[in-house]
T-cell receptor
Framework: AQSVTQLGSHVSVSEGALVLLRCNYSSSVPPYLFWYVQYPNQGLQLLLK??????LVKGINGFEAEFKKSETSFHLTKPSAHMSDAAEYFCAVKNYRDNYGQNFVFGPGTRLSVLP | NAGVTQTPKFRVLKTGQSMTLLCAQD?????MYWYRQDPGMGLRLIHY???????AKGEVPDGYNVSRLKKQNFLLGLESAAPSQTSVYFCASSPMYDRINYEQYFGPGTRLTVT
């Protein structure tokens, strides 16, 4: 079974500082990997995804993530935090061969606070 | 193009009452999902559907029923609400390309309180 762990339920950074949100997954087959962002009282929006090809993927709002197979990780980064980045971030994994069953497995989420 | 919409946005039920949450999508997606979100637990899959007329159980299906009579709609029913079902419910849909489904598109959520 697949699983996703996100280190740190709450991360605080200063405005302008580097954002690093950690995601590790377990999967017996090559995964598809996703990062979603949830702003207060809203649904989840896709930030970026990795399916195949280049392991460094760029998303919206200046975020990027790197798929490292040897570390089973897909950490999310942004060079310079902005106040508007304050939100909850979810990492998700999907077995690329599985179109049935429990398609997507979500991590527990990391709440990002940006301090002025 | 409204994407994924959910009604109602908020609801308060008393224990034992029933209700139906409606999810609609206008993107012609094959797959639809119902999740519940609880603090510190991320999203947990309740039920999902891979097409009109088909449904299947997810991780936490007990106490819920679903129906997908039309491709664009996915209904979540609570027959006898319990306080443990207090949560935020999200509907999502995803397209299928080349027999593979990719990312999901989420609705804005329904906040349900059961007293």
């Amino acid at each position: 079974a697949q699983s996703v762990t996100q280190l740190g339920s709450h991360v605080s950074v200063s405005e302008g500082a580097l954002v690093l949100l950690r995601c590790n997954y377990s999967s017996s087959v090559p995964p598809y990997l996703f990062w979603y962002v949830q702003y207060p009282n809203q649904g989840l929006q896709l930030l970026l995804k990795y399916t195949t090809g280049a392991t460094l993927v760029k998303g919206i709002n200046g975020f990027e993530a790197e798929f490292k197979k040897s570390e089973t990780s897909f950490h999310l980064t942004k060079p310079s935090a902005h106040m508007s980045d304050a939100a909850e971030y979810f990492c998700a994994v999907k077995n690329y061969r599985d179109n049935y069953g429990q398609n997507f497995v979500f991590g527990p989420g990391t709440r990002l606070s940006v301090l002025p | 193009n409204a994407g994924v919409t959910q009604t109602p946005k908020f609801r308060v039920l008393k224990t034992g009452q029933s209700m139906t949450l409606l999810c609609a999508q206008d993107m012609n997606h094959e797959y639809m999902y119902w999740y519940r979100q609880d603090p510190g637990m991320g999203l947990r899959l309740i039920h999902y559907s891979v097409g009109e007329g088909t449904t299947a159980k997810g991780e936490v299906p007990d106490g819920y029923n679903v129906s997908r009579l039309k491709k664009q709609n996915f209904l979540l029913g609570l027959e006898s609400a319990a306080p443990s079902q207090t949560s935020v419910y999200f509907c999502a849909s995803s397209p299928m390309y080349d027999r593979i489904n990719y990312e999901q598109y989420f609705g804005p959520g329904t906040r349900l309180t059961v007293t």
